[in-house]
């Protein structure tokens, strides 16, 4: 399977700031990439497709320019969580899909902490 | 809309009993299923998957699913647990049409709590 990255793992950061998460596929490239985040002790939620290129496809009640999505090239995706505040405190994984494949892969994770 | 169905939030059993997760789903056209796990703090890590085949899969690790069209469900059993088995654990379901792959829909999760 498909080896995926997160940076950082963890982050605090301050009301009103801005965070950027970066997911990198480290062996294959993808041409997909999906955003989730999971509230503690819940499933994750889809926030938004990741298209290698062109815009993402964010899920219903996901604010788009809230939460900025970067597919620059085939092994990166960047999420950025722009003002955030203390209800964005969050884990946030990245997957990826490899072309033609029918399973997700995903990065460890990323925990947000707005203070 | 699709759905996932996790019965048991929280499972606790003894280590070397066996063990049934229950996962259902709902869904008019044809499916993946997947079981993730996933480790405190961690993401999640592909245990098994139903595409197409055998109803019976099975992991590495001792744990098996049965996929059950006719109850839309996929639970996840294993005969014996040990206390590394400790985790959250969910099911999730694709569905794929002719415009190929689509999302996962993601269950509640259940989380497995092996007693010594």
């Known amino acids: 399977g498909a080896v995926v990255s997160q940076h950082p793992s963890w982050v605090i950061c301050k009301s009103g700031t801005s965070v950027k998460i970066e997911c990198r596929s480290l062996?294959?490239?993808?041409?997909?990439m999906f955003w989730y985040r999971q509230f503690p002790k819940q499933s994750l939620m889809l926030m938004a497709t990741?298209?290698?290129?062109?815009?993402?496809?964010?899920e219903q009640g996901v604010e788009k320019d809230k939460f900025l999505i970067n597919h620059a090239s085939l092994t990166l995706s960047t999420l950025t969580v722009t003002s955030a505040h203390p209800e964005d405190s969050s884990f946030y994984i990245c997957?990826?899909?490899?072309?033609?494949?029918?399973?997700?892969?995903f990065g460890p994770g990323t925990r947000l902490t707005v203070l | 809309a699709q759905s996932v169905t996790q019965l048991d939030s929280q499972v606790p059993v003894f280590e070397e009993a066996p063990v049934e997760l229950r996962c259902n789903y709902s869904?008019?056209?044809?499916?993946?299923l997947f079981w993730y796990v996933q480790y405190p703090n961690q993401g999640l890590q592909l245990l098994l998957k139903?595409?197409?085949?055998?109803?019976l899969v099975e992991s590495i690790n001792g744990f098996e699913a049965e996929f059950n069209k006719s109850q839309t469900s996929f639970h996840l059993r294993k005969p014996s647990v040990h206390i590394s088995d400790t985790a959250e654990y969910f099911c999730?379901?694709?569905?794929?049409?002719?415009?190929?792959?689509?999302?996962?829909?993601f269950g509640a999760g259940t989380r497995l709590a092996v007693l010594p």
């Open positions: 997957s990826l899909r490899l072309p033609g494949g029918n399973e997700q892969f």
């Open positions: 062996d294959f490239q993808a041409t997909t």
């Open positions: 990741s298209n290698e290129g062109s815009k993402a496809t964010y």
């Open positions: 869904s008019s056209v044809s499916v993946y």
């Open positions: 139903y595409l197409s085949g055998s109803t």
């Open positions: 999730a379901v694709s569905d794929y049409d002719r415009g190929g792959y689509n999302k996962l829909i």
